[in-house]
């Protein structure tokens, strides 16, 4: 509390006004880092003059958005290339990786904008850079969702094809991004500590500790979400179907568990380190320092979200396949026409689309691979 009183002008309560005008005060990222690492403004210089290159962490944080970016943007394209790819499933699977493609890229400018860059930043500027990659991430998450609840209601409702699945396609899609950018402009609407230093986050300093738990909890109901959602999945077709329990139902058991075992392999670390930061200070809990370990591993969710949603399909693996031909780097001498060759067949899942356009039982009745 030395560190607070030297600092008294922070500590003191002020107006809502005030503290939106604390928004453009660069010596305010000073003394909030400070106070949240529990050290001396001499202190904190000698650490900013440590941060001023990329770290080898850093580095390979950098190759692994990179990889986002690409895989993602492969993925886009291979949906927007081919009509076949145009159901509503496809689209799902399209703005999860547009989410992960934003992830990665606000992850890439929050590495390029952080160590000592961090503190020439105003706070405003510091909220953008990180509410951009909550939000990012928090689309990609909700994304996940979105495709839990699409294939739960496409095995269980009538007519999920019909007239209306658009309106539903583009109602989720929506709802996902303002949702998500709700939850990472709270604190840039005022729901940070900039009037209440002691309720700081130390791992990221302008935070309030409420708001952090907020979104821990948040994340941890659609964890949840979907881990119902896929039991159900998993339950109704196995009651649906038993004589195909040694095939598809395994086959859909064997995807439920690489989808939820990477989410929370990826994900349950950051998750952790959020939760202790809310209670611990790091002068208890110096394991708070090495956070941007725990988040680096949350970002490879988005670089593995592409493998388990698509390459599942093999039409989109030869989709992939003819997108790298275009682009020169598989072409292998072939001729540049053979690129544009149509599709010869349908992957299960745009089989199922297509087989129950005008469905009036529940898919489930005939078909298992839609999920």
């Not at 994304?143 to 019909?162: F, W």
């Not at 990472?184 to 002691?198: A, T, V, Y």
């Not at 309030?208 to 909890?217: D, E, G, H, L, N």
């Not at 030869?318 to 067949?345: I, M, N, T, Y």
Request: aromatic content about 10%; charged content about 15%.
């Amino acid at each position: 509390m030395n560190l607070c009183r030297k600092a008294a002008v922070l500590c003191q309560p002020v107006t809502m006004k005030s503290k939106y005008s604390q928004y453009h005060n660069k010596t305010l990222i000073h003394a909030y880092y400070a106070f949240a690492k529990n050290m001396t403004p001499y202190d904190l210089d000698r650490h900013i003059e440590t941060k001023k290159h990329l770290t080898t962490l850093n580095i390979a944080i950098v190759v692994l958005c990179t990889i986002i970016i690409l895989e993602n943007l492969l993925v886009l394209i291979a949906v927007c290339r081919n009509k076949k790819f145009h159901s509503a499933m496809f689209f799902f699977i399209g703005n999860l990786a547009f989410s992960d493609l934003l992830a990665g890229s606000a992850y890439i400018a929050n590495i390029f904008l952080s160590g000592s860059r961090t503190f020439d930043l105003m706070p405003i500027q510091w909220f953008i850079r990180e509410g951009t990659a909550f939000i990012a991430l928090a689309a990609s998450v909700f994304s996940l969702l979105a495709i839990a609840m699409e294939r739960y209601l496409a095995i269980t409702k009538v007519k999920v094809y019909g007239a209306t699945k658009t309106c539903r396609m583009f109602l989720l899609i929506g709802a996902c991004w303002v949702t998500s950018i709700l939850l990472g402009g709270l604190p840039i609407i005022g729901w940070n500590c900039i009037d209440n230093l002691s309720d700081c986050s130390t791992v990221l300093p302008l935070y309030s500790k409420k708001y952090i738990v907020f979104v821990v909890t948040i994340f941890s109901v659609i964890l949840l979400s979907i881990v119902i959602l896929y039991v159900r999945i998993y339950l109704i077709v196995r009651s649906s179907h038993q004589e195909a329990t040694n095939s598809a139902a395994y086959a859909l058991l064997k995807t439920v568990t690489i989808v939820l075992g990477v989410f929370i392999m990826c994900w349950l670390p950051a998750f952790t380190i959020l939760l202790l930061d809310s209670s611990c200070r790091i002068q208890f809990c110096p394991i708070l320092s090495k956070a941007d370990i725990f988040f680096g591993f949350a970002t490879l969710n988005s670089a593995l979200n592409p493998i388990i949603y698509t390459l599942r399909s093999k039409d989109m693996r030869k989709e992939f396949l003819r997108v790298l031909c275009c682009w020169g780097v598989l072409q292998s001498g072939r001729p540049a026409d053979r690129c544009l060759v149509p599709l010869k067949s349908s992957s299960s899942l745009e089989q199922c689309t297509n087989k129950h356009e005008h469905q009036t039982t529940p898919i489930m009745q005939d078909c298992t691979t839609c999920v």
